[in-house]
């Protein structure tokens, strides 16, 4: 299709491992953000990548995260060594964004549990 | 400590009701949005404000953006179960082009 598409939709690993997730954007979309959702609550920002620029970090938790975005389209989020309170539906979204936030488009989100 | 925080939490009403959600702030946001998300998706963009006292309609829909644009409301007419969801506002920081959001309204519309 041709959403916001993320992978995989759901992840349990065991405490102390390190997980991936994946996201690909809408294509020509130069925005991408990703967010963290806890217990169905509000959005956590995490990361803010816009074209070439260098992302917005100020939202990741610890340095155990770390994203990134290879030729303005795919992005990883990795955390490594992962603890429980990391469990959460980590959700992507791109934006056209032409100088404003405008609409975020998102994906339907990886849902990560630590055992 | 949330940017953005919504009132209520937790709403459930009969089929018919009128309902007012809060979204308020200390901070200052150039543009507001509102996003409804429902189980297993992501939320998805109802409307936005960008004018301070600014009242847009969608339907049975009216959101407003203070005047001072640190605030904004969402109010329901004639509530249907359809309306049955998450209600999320989002806030951009003047400078700033990320999206933050609100603690988040679980709607729920009882026929």
Same mark, same amino acid.
């Given at each position: ?9 759901? /992840?349990?690993?065991? /405490?102390? /491992? ?38 917005? /970090? ?58 | ?111």
């Amino acid at each position: 299709g041709a959403g916001v598409s993320q992978s995989p939709s759901n /992840k349990v690993t065991e /405490k102390g /491992k390190d997980v991936e997730l994946r996201c690909d954007p809408i294509s020509g979309h130069t925005a991408l953000y990703w967010y963290r959702q806890s217990l169905g609550q509000g959005l956590e920002f995490l990361i803010y990548f816009q074209g070439n620029s260098a992302p917005d /970090k100020s939202g990741l938790p610890s340095d155990r995260f770390s994203a990134e975005r290879t030729g303005g389209s795919v992005s990883t989020l990795t955390i490594q060594r992962t603890q429980q309170e990391d469990s959460a539906v980590y959700l992507c979204a791109s934006s056209l964004n032409s100088g404003a936030a405008g609409e975020l488009f998102f994906g339907e989100g990886s849902r990560l549990t630590v055992l | 400590t949330q940017l953005l925080e919504q009132s209520p939490q937790f709403l459930s009403i009969q089929e018919g009701e009128n309902l007012t959600v809060y979204c308020n702030s200390s901070s200052v946001f150039s543009s507001l949005q509102w996003y409804r998300q429902e189980p297993g998706e992501g939320p998805v963009l109802l409307v936005t404000v960008v004018t301070g006292g600014e009242v847009k309609k969608l339907k049975r829909l009216t959101f407003q953006f203070g005047d001072a644009r640190k605030d904004s409301s969402l109010h329901i007419t004639a509530a249907q179960p359809g309306d049955t969801g998450l209600y999320l506002c989002a806030g951009e920081r003047y400078g700033a082009n990320n999206l933050f959001f609100g603690t988040g309204t679980r709607l729920t519309v009882i026929p």
